[in-house]
Every structure is written in structure tokens, then in C-alpha cells.
């Protein structure tokens, strides 16, 4: 139990996908104008890395790893089966909500089909793989490391409410000091690099 | 060595056929149909996504008209030729409504109009106005930096040699962006069919907008004297009431600082932009 703990901790605060690895940027910056947009994006975000993350393990473990289905080394294919097979998951959710939950199919919109190029969810899949996590591990990961998106996407998209309401200089407005913000949320969450030994 | 090649298309091409096939049965037995009338409707609409109806673009437009939440009356770039076609592909009967387009409300251009300093910032009108007012001496007047150009959807706005917004009528698709973007409250629609324009929005009186502008209303009355259902006076400024607008140019012609301004619908705009 300790030790997923210790994972989601991890993956949230020390080594936040956004804030210390830079994954994730583009949405990150892209949908942080205001916090319904950006709850809608955290909750897809969620549960597309965590499905995604077992996904990705399973066909990694019984495709591409030589222990697998095939019997050869065919872990070189790993990111473009990644794309692919995180492009077709997405796609098949969306095609369920779709059907089953058309309000949150509505509430999600398109981030979810924008999810499927976000490099924070292939980072995952491919970070499970190196770290060498076995299943519970990666979902717990592929989890922590969503939660962590979403805590620095909320964080940042409220200081940027904040910000625009506090009407900066011309030269400052928008994009400018949205990435200042961004910078120095990052220097903030540095702060937690001494928290846990990963 | 080509073993590995034959193997990564085998497998790659093989989970990708995988994940059609699931894809596509998934679809076959979960997917939902969009209402093919939506479709139809958004072939009716011309496409331009200009959100004029209040909608995000046509297909949005389109879903709300099918579902019967919105008359089919909204689509400003289609006019009544779409509104009727529309009404028919639906079996309603729509209200027509005469085509609108954006005029810029000001005449006093850099030859006519006196400034007050000269502004070097960025391009932008709604910039310039933070500026101390902007840089025109008159506190109404069109600023010319083309804010309103830039957010048209089909470059309908020119910004002549003078410095003035002009809308080229026959382009016009009565979206109403320019008429949010001017800082000045400048533009406005007007129907297509109204013939003369009062070119002013200064509100001072009459010396007072003739030391900063020498095309500014300066509240002589003599247009709402001799057209009173036409013109009217909004305190020292001619306001065209468009409900019933000018048809007379000698009443225009009566106007000492010319700023009555034939400038209709479709037909001509070359005398307008001279």
C-alpha cells in the first residue's frame, strides 16, 4: 500500500508531468482560460491516462516484449503502437459516451479527441514500460501522474483568471505572462523535488 | 535483417487492422446516428462559420435549428435566400428579414480631422483610444487603425489613404464583428435598402466639433427641419432613423458640412470610398 502511495505522491507532486517533466505543455497552456474548460479537460485527462496506462502495459507486455504472444523483440515498435493503440482507445470511449452518457460526451467535448496526440498520455505509457512497473503499478502511476496534471492545470488556469482580472499592462497581457506564471509554478513545484527519493 | 522488417509490418499493420475492426464494430453496434436533417441543413447554410446567428459556427447553427431551438431566420451572410430555403427544408414558415449591413458612422478621415499628437503604438484602435483618448482630436471620430478590418470575416472593411473605416456594402454580410470590435461605438447595421447616412457620431456642439473636424455634424438642425421623420436630433447631433431612413437628396444636399452620404445596399460604393 505504502508503495503506491509513494507513487501517486510522486507522480503528483515531485515529478508533476507538467510542472517537472514538461509534458503536457500544449494543453496545459491551451485550455487554462477558465476553470470549467479546464475541469473538463482534468476529468478526461484522468481517465484516458488511467485506462490508457493499463492498455498500453498489456499490449506492451503480450506484443512487443519477447516473453509476449510473438516470441521476437519487437520493443523498437514501441512508441508507434503506443500512438496507435492510445488513438484507437480514445476513439472507442468516445463512441461509448457517445452513446451511453451523452451529457458528459457533451461536458468533454473536443478534449477528448484532443487527448490522443497529448504527449503527457504516450509519456505515461512509455514511463511504465522503462521504470519497469508491472500492472497495478502503471495504473496507479498512469493515475498519479493525471491527478498531478490536473492539480497544476487548476492551479494555473486560477492564477490566470486571477491575472486577467487584474488588468496587467498591454505588453504583459495573454500569452506573455501566462508563461511567466507557468515558469514559475514549476520553480514553486520544484520545492517538492526533496519530498521523496524516486 | 528484412525478417525484422516483414515483422514490424506484420504486427504494426496487424494491430492496426485490429483496431479498425474493433473501431469498427464498436460503431456498427454502439455508434449514434447524427440526425441525417442536421446534415441537410448545414448544406443549406453558407458555411462561413462567422457566428453571426450567436452560435459557434454553422454546424452548430444547424443542430439547434433541426432540434427546433432556434427560427431559421438567424443566418445574417445567407440572407432571406437561405432563410427561405430553410423554411422550406423545414415545412415553417419563416420571418423575412431585409438584408443588414455595417456602416462606419464617421466621415472625418486625416485630411478633415485634427489630431492631437502623433501615436506610434501598436496598430490596434482599441490600443490607440487607452492612449489619452486616442490621437484624434475628436473623441468620437474613427481612429483608422483597422480593428474593425481585421476581425471581418470577408475583408468587407477597407481603411482608405485618409485613415477611415469604410464598409464596402455589396461585401457586407451583416455579421456585426466590426460593429463589437470599434472602441468607438462607431458602426452599426443598417437595412441594405437605406439610401442616406448621416456620417457623425460627435455629440458636442457645433464650435466645439468644428475646431477638431471640418466634416462633423454641428447641429445646424436643417436636415431634421426639412426631413423631421428622417433625421432626428439627438441633442446638437442628426441621428438617421433607419425605421423610416432618407430617400430625398435634396434634403442631403441641404446638409453645410456634406456629411449626409449617399451610400445604399448592393448597388454603389465607388462615390462612397472617393
Known amino acids: 500500500m505504502e508503495k503506491y502511495i509513494l507513487l501517486i505522491l510522486g507522480a503528483v507532486l515531485v515529478n508533476n508531468f507538467v510542472l517537472t517533466r514538461f509534458l503536457g505543455i500544449c494543453p496545459f497552456l491551451g485550455v487554462s482560460k477558465n476553470i470549467p474548460t479546464a475541469l473538463g479537460m482534468c476529468v478526461a485527462v484522468i481517465f484516458v491516462m488511467t485506462c490508457g496506462s493499463a492498455v498500453t502495459w498489456t499490449v506492451s507486455r503480450f506484443l512487443l516484449e519477447p516473453a509476449g504472444l510473438f516470441g521476437i523483440d ?12 492510445i488513438a484507437a482507445f480514445v476513439q472507442v470511449v468516445e463512441i461509448f459516451l457517445r452513446k451511453f452518457s451523452p451529457q458528459l460526451y457533451q461536458a468533454l467535448g473536443i478534449f477528448l479527441p484532443l487527448i490522443t496526440t497529448n504527449c503527457a498520455v504516450l ?11 508491472n500492472l497495478p503499478e502503471a495504473v496507479v502511476f498512469g493515475f498519479g501522474a493525471a ?52 | ?24 464494430v464498436v460503431s456498427r453496434f454502439f455508434g449514434v446516428k447524427e440526425d441525417p436533417r442536421v446534415e441537410a441543413v448545414l448544406g443549406l447554410l453558407p458555411g462561413i462559420n462567422c457566428g453571426a446567428c450567436g452560435f459557434a459556427g454553422c454546424a452548430d447553427y444547424a443542430r439547434a435549428i433541426v432540434m427546433q431551438k432556434a427560427p431559421p431566420n438567424m443566418c445574417a451572410p445567407g440572407g432571406n435566400a437561405v432563410v427561405e430555403a430553410l ?43 487607452l492612449v489619452a483618448g486616442g490621437d484624434k482630436a475628436c473623441a468620437y471620430g474613427c481612429l483608422g487603425l483597422g480593428s474593425c478590418a481585421r476581425v471581418c470575416p470577408v475583408n468587407a472593411v ?13 461585401l457586407c454580410i451583416g455579421c456585426g ?30 464650435p466645439a466639433v468644428r475646431k477638431v473636424c471640418s466634416v462633423g455634424c454641428i447641429g445646424c438642425t436643417l436636415c431634421a427641419k426639412a426631413a423631421p421623420d428622417a433625421c432626428k436630433m439627438e441633442g446638437a447631433l442628426a441621428v438617421m432613423d433607419y425605421v423610416k431612413p432618407l430617400a430625398d437628396a435634396a434634403v442631403a444636399a441641404k446638409c453645410p458640412q456634406k456629411i449626409i452620404v449617399r451610400r445604399s445596399g448592393r448597388r454603389e460604393e465607388a462615390s462612397a470610398c472617393a
Open chain 1, 147 to 198: 491527478v498531478g496534471f490536473s492539480l497544476a492545470l487548476l492551479i494555473f488556469t486560477g492564477l490566470r483568471e486571477k491575472i486577467a482580472r487584474a488588468q496587467p499592462p498591454k505588453a504583459f497581457q495573454g500569452p506573455a505572462l501566462a508563461l511567466v506564471t507557468a515558469g514559475l509554478l514549476s520553480l514553486a513545484f520544484m520545492g517538492f523535488a526533496a519530498l521523496i527519493k524516486m
Open chain 2, 87 to 129: 423554411a422550406g427544408f423545414l415545412g415553417v414558415k419563416a420571418e423575412l428579414r431585409e438584408r443588414q449591413v455595417a456602416i462606419v458612422l464617421c466621415h472625418g478621415g486625416r485630411q478633415e480631422a485634427r489630431r492631437k499628437f502623433a501615436y506610434n503604438g501598436v496598430a490596434d484602435c482599441a490600443a490607440a483610444a
Open chain 1, 123 to 133: 509519456g505515461v505509457a512509455v514511463l511504465n514500460i522503462q521504470k519497469q512497473y
Open chain 2, 158 to 170: 477597407e481603411i482608405t489613404a485618409n485613415g477611415l473605416a469604410v464598409v464596402h456594402p455589396e
Open chain 2, 177 to 206: 464583428k466590426c460593429v463589437k470590435a470599434c472602441p468607438r461605438q462607431l458602426i452599426r447595421l443598417v437595412p441594405e435598402s437605406a439610401e442616406f447616412h448621416i456620417l457623425c457620431r460627435n455629440k458636442d456642439r457645433g
Open chain 1, 74 to 85: 519487437l520493443t523498437y515498435l514501441q512508441t508507434i503502437v503506443f500512438i496507435l493503440v
Open chain 2, 1 to 24: 535483417m528484412s525478417s525484422e522488417i516483414v515483422n514490424a509490418v506484420a504486427v504494426l499493420g496487424g494491430l492496426g487492422v485490429f483496431c479498425g475492426g474493433i473501431l469498427g
